[in-house]
């Protein structure tokens, strides 16, 4: 699970983390430097990073609230 990562990393480092991501989808999809962000991520089929770890954040909390209920209680 990639939570770990985007609850613990700085905001300089997520970005580090963001170029990666943008500098691979451009090689993956053959589109050059020049290519809006948004282009390559869209053709890559990605998220934005920034929109991953919000979403990911929301299913995580959501994921707790069912184990937790989901436990045998002892009487």
């Known amino acids: 699970m990639e939570f ?3 609850c613990c990393a700085s905001n300089t480092n997520l970005q580090k983390l963001e170029r990666v991501q943008l500098s691979a989808a451009r090689v993956i999809t053959g589109l050059r430097n020049t290519s809006p962000n948004d282009i390559v991520l869209y053709e890559a089929d990605l998220q934005p990073l ?3 770890s919000a979403s990911l954040v929301k299913y995580y ?4 609230v069912l184990e937790t209920e989901m436990e045998p209680q002892l009487i």
């Open 61 to 64: 909390g959501k994921y707790v």
């Open 4 to 6: 770990p990562v985007y």
């Open 50 to 52: 920034s929109l991953r």
